[in-house]
């Protein structure tokens, strides 16, 4: 046997556990949603009137992440549009999620989208904005349609684009003859909302869907859901379900964390070529995708963030608990050696504020009596994260 064999043969005599592991991804459609029946309604009899030519309301979906929002209104859109097809109607559903890059990065770029989903090509750069807007008008009043437009992560387009985009589009109605468009917006950023123009506000959030955390008992009926199209079966100890379920539920009820915990998980267990899913893989997948999103974090601040980190991080070797004054002074040391602008206290203290709000590191403000008070950090990470994020760092800045 040559060494390539030896090297996978191992992999190849093991049987997969997995039947289908898309099913535990974020692009599978699961034939069942459980525990959002109420949504489901809600949405459907908000869009129902255009199946009789009206306009639905405008509805405004939030609630945290990985609570149901982007799979329930593709769901009922969907089921919206195969209906209104039986019923010889031109219902049309577009969707757009504004945190995909090229998409919704510009007014320009999204409208172009937009008429490019409504078969109409036009340049991506190049006309003048207000053409744009007449192309897709034009193209949106060709027939008699209704089309229901769904804006995900929608605070995402107004941080790039600003709000006046989402004015002319609640606006459209009052210009269109044929056609008619209702706008979904998504959003889990629930001070987005508030923020809006009362004008946007209003138009926009006819109608209102909350979707509340899942508790770890519905994080366990939507595992099961999955894992029965995903593994084969037998192939999950008793307790694994239970466990990456009570673990999203502590992660603000959040369906995306339960499904990649079994699914990375899984994958453990694949890799090493064992036979099944215990709760200990579990764990060990809960550590995984804790790094991995630490790491992924810390790789897109900024270099002046990373030497504040650098900082910390050098101390806590040290000390468990450490000083602002301290943080700086090595931070200083730090950019004078790699030759990088010193930024003031000030700034440097908006970026420790800043690596605690990730979750990277604690901060809490002592009183020190008459000496006033003084900020103590510390990092609340496990040994092993800081170890990959030492050499992470050092790979940066040695
Ligand atoms: N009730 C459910 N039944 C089955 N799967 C679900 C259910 N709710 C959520 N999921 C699954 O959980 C994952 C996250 O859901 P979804 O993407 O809809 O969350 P979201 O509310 O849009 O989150 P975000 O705000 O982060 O975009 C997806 O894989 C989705 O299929
Ligand atoms: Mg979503």
Do not use: W
């Not at 510009?106 to 409504?118: D, G, I, N, P, V």
């Not at 929608?154 to 606006?171: F, H, Q």
């Not at 603000?252 to 893989?281: F, I, S, W, Y």
């Not at 700086?328 to 700034?347: A, P, V």
């Amino acid at each position: 046997m040559n060494s390539s064999e030896n090297l996978f043969s191992k992999f190849l005599q093991s049987k997969s556990i997995f039947k289908n592991r898309e099913a535990l991804t974020i692009s599978f459609s699961p034939e069942n949603i459980p525990h959002r029946e109420k949504q489901i309604n809600d949405l459907g009899r908000i869009l129902a009137p255009a199946l009789k030519g009206g306009r639905p309301s405008n509805v405004f979906l939030y609630g945290r992440t990985g609570t149901g929002k982007t799979l329930i209104s593709n769901f009922v859109g969907s089921e919206l549009e195969k209906i209104s097809e039986n019923n010889g109607q031109t219902i049309k559903v577009l969707y757009v999620n504004c945190k995909m890059k090229r998409t919704a990065d510009t007014e320009y770029r999204l409208m172009a989208y937009l008429s490019k989903m409504l078969g109409k090509v036009v340049p991506f750069t190049g006309l003048p904005t207000d053409q744009i807007y007449k192309a897709f008008f034009e193209t949106l009043d060709e027939k008699k349609q209704t089309v229901i437009l769904i804006i995900d992560e929608i605070d995402a387009l107004v941080e790039k684009t600003g709000d006046e985009i989402l004015y002319n589009l609640t606006r459209i109605n009052q210009d269109l003859k044929n056609s008619k468009v209702s706008l979904i917006g998504i959003t889990n950023s629930l001070g987005f909302i508030e923020s809006l123009d009362p004008r946007i506000k209003s138009s926009l959030s006819e109608e209102e869907l909350i979707f509340p955390p899942y508790n770890a008992l519905q994080l366990q009926d939507i595992l099961r859901g999955r894992a029965s199209v995903a593994f084969i079966p037998g192939m999950l100890e008793p307790g694994v379900i239970e466990k990456c379920a009570a673990l999203a539920a502590q992660e603000h009820g959040d369906a995306r964390r339960a499904l990649d915990l079994l699914r990375v998980a899984g994958e453990l267990v694949e890799r090493n070529t064992e036979q099944k899913v215990t709760v200990k893989h579990v764990d060990v997948a809960q550590e995984k995708i804790d790094i991995d999103r630490i790491l992924e974090t810390v790789k897109a601040q900024p270099r002046q963030s990373q030497a504040v980190l650098f900082s910390i991080i050098e101390l806590a070797e040290k000390n468990k608990e450490i000083q602002t004054g301290e943080v700086y002074d090595n931070y200083q040391e730090i950019c004078k050696k790699h030759g990088f602008k010193i930024l003031t206290t000030r700034r440097v203290s908006d970026l420790i504020a800043e690596l605690d709000l990730f979750g990277i590191i604690n901060t809490k403000i002592i009183s020190k009596g008459r000496y006033g008070r003084t900020r103590i950090i510390s990092l609340g990470l496990s040994s092993s994260i800081i170890k990959k994020l030492k050499k992470l760092l050092y790979e940066i800045f040695l």
